[in-house]
């Protein structure tokens, strides 16, 4: 009978009674505060896992997915995060493939403090989002481990893009002890400098009644909604640059070798006496332009940060440009609506008003708290060094990798899409030289044992955009560590209603992809395969 009962126990709940028992009594574990600890039924994705919820300092909320102790394959990987955070992130995949798998909500509810707000007056919660957060999780996720697998883990790893790329480069700085290896996604390291360009390339679009914003009002009733304009600088940037790798398939395979000047190549398409218009530009048009392509300047034409690159026009009508499609809030203004108010500053300049839109509305200064527009902030503050306190927490700058890729000899594996429209490209590509310069003494050759960097064409932030964008971003980590097989290329595909439509080697820098196909046939989608293309 009790065969009986201990069978249908483990049909219903998808694991034996004894993984039931083992999961259940994480709570009761004296050494890490464990709050929650459940065995979740398999689904299609992913099989029969215990699911465990804990917090350390009474801030950061942290999970783990462990799977069942018959599947796991030894190996911990925490994952990074996006945006500002405050929720708690799953990758299911991961834990199918046998991983365990954790995460954090970086010390702060987004539910409750919404985008930078739980910055407001709240130091702690500012170095928790930092750096803390992700170091602690790393050390109860290994806690948790041992105490379900009565195991230490044999490698462990984190992966993650944009803050998770961030948060990758922040671990290998500060505590390089944690990892055995990090896969650094776009990582928005100089976090202060990005997101003030943000703000900045908004400032741009939006001064003096939208002068410089490129979409047009021809229904008459105030909101502009063409993207007439955006389309014709994509079509003529792609016209200019798609074929300089040898394939006409809509991507820009090398922005730097990329020659398109506004200036020069959409002289054609000047509004005749400067009248805006739908399907031509203005000097002031073409001057937002020139700066979003620059990059973040003071106004002593100070150089801050670089600018958009290009390719990145394919997804500006959602990150860049104001038009009734996204309500006159580009994404590049989300991101940065609030982060002059709490994360930049030392001491907060007030809070936001209440509508980001209305730049004409003037911020009531007598408040308590008193408001502070994004519209307000004045880029001087940058060179200044107003912003350097913050800065001290939140960017992972620091290109002296020695304690971990030399002394610890964990492995680095960055990338980055050149054609990211959230966040530039370039800066990547300079962070890498740096380190090879400061952790290898400029020795390329050396810094490939250990570290090496994908520069993906056509992939936007994190994934999407017209080039590949498709792989499995740990697993080429994952046999580094492990086997020792550096990863001269990734494989990556562009999948288009579930079938892939451009596959690729992407060489790990400074190669790049050739096309070595047949002769004459470059053009044709269906030679877009991995087997015609060699690093050189």
Same mark, same amino acid.
Request: charged share 25%; glycine share 8%.
């Given at each position: ?43 299609? %994705? ?7 919820? !804990?917090?350390? $300092? =009474?801030?950061?909320? &942290?999970?783990? *997915? ?105 671990? %290998? ?7 055995? !290896?990090?896969? $650094? =996604?776009?990582?928005? &390291?100089?976090? *202060? ?344």
């Amino acid at each position: 009978m009790l065969k009986l009962l201990s069978l249908i126990f483990f049909l219903a709940q998808g694991a034996p009674a004894d993984e039931q028992a083992a999961c259940a009594a994480l709570v009761e574990n004296p050494d890490i505060t464990i709050i929650h600890a459940v065995i979740k039924p398999a689904t299609a %994705a992913v099989p029969a896992y215990c699911y465990v919820q !804990g917090t350390i $300092s =009474g801030r950061i909320r &942290f999970h783990v *997915q462990l799977p069942l102790r018959a599947n796991w394959n030894g190996r911990l990987v925490n994952i990074g995060d996006g945006g500002k955070d405050g929720d708690l992130d799953f990758a299911d995949h991961y834990v199918a493939q046998g991983y365990a798998l954790a995460n954090s909500n970086t010390g702060h509810d987004v539910g409750s403090e919404p985008r930078a707000s739980f910055a407001y007056e709240n130091p702690d919660a500012v170095i928790d989002f930092g750096y803390r957060a992700v170091h602690l999780t790393a050390n109860a996720s290994k806690a948790v481990v041992r105490a379900y697998y009565r195991s230490a883990t044999r490698y462990t790893f984190f992966e993650g893009c944009s803050t998770g790329g961030r948060q990758g480069l922040m671990e %290998a700085q500060r505590y390089p002890e944690d990892f055995d !290896g990090i896969v $650094s =996604g776009a990582p928005v &390291f100089d976090y *202060q400098a990005l997101n003030v360009s943000h703000v900045w390339m908004a400032q741009k679009v939006f001064a003096d009644n939208f002068a410089g914003n490129l979409a047009f009002d021809k229904d008459g009733d105030g909101i502009p909604e063409s993207l007439t304009k955006v389309n014709i600088l994509r079509d003529a940037i792609v016209a200019k640059c798609d074929a300089k790798d040898g394939i006409k398939d809509g991507v820009i395979d090398n922005p730097l070798a990329c020659d398109f000047k506004p200036e020069v190549d959409l002289a054609s398409r000047m509004c005749p006496k400067d009248v805006d218009g739908d399907n031509c530009f203005t000097r002031r048009q073409i001057q937002t332009i020139k700066d979003i392509y620059r990059g973040l300047y003071d106004s002593k034409d100070v150089q801050i940060y670089k600018g958009m690159d290009f390719g990145s026009e394919y997804d500006w009508a959602r990150t860049l440009v104001a038009h009734k499609g996204n309500n006159m809030f580009p994404a590049k203004l989300l991101y940065g609506i609030d982060h002059v108010n709490f994360l930049f500053y030392e001491k907060s300049p007030g809070v936001p008003p209440p509508n980001p839109t209305n730049v004409k509305q003037k911020p009531d200064k007598t408040a308590t708290p008193p408001e502070f527009g994004w519209w307000e902030f004045n880029v001087d503050d940058v060179t200044a060094g107003k912003g350097a306190r913050m800065s001290a927490i939140t960017d992972a700058t620091d290109p002296n990798l020695s304690r971990f890729l030399v002394r610890k000899g964990a492995k680095l594996l960055l990338y980055h899409g050149w054609a990211d429209p959230e966040g530039q490209a370039q800066p990547t590509l300079d962070y890498y030289k740096k380190a090879v310069d400061q952790t290898f003494r400029g020795d390329l050759q050396a810094a490939r044992g250990s570290m090496r960097l994908f520069m993906v064409p056509g992939m936007g932030h994190c994934a999407e955009g017209p080039g590949p964008d498709t792989w499995d971003r740990l697993a080429p980590l994952a046999n580094w560590v492990e086997k020792g097989i550096a990863p001269d290329s990734i494989v990556a595909r562009h999948i288009t209603n579930g079938r892939s439509d451009n596959e690729r080697k992407v060489c790990a820098y400074p190669q790049r992809a050739v096309y070595t196909g047949p002769a004459g046939a470059e053009n044709n989608p269906a030679n877009w395969v991995e087997k015609n293309f060699t690093c050189r």
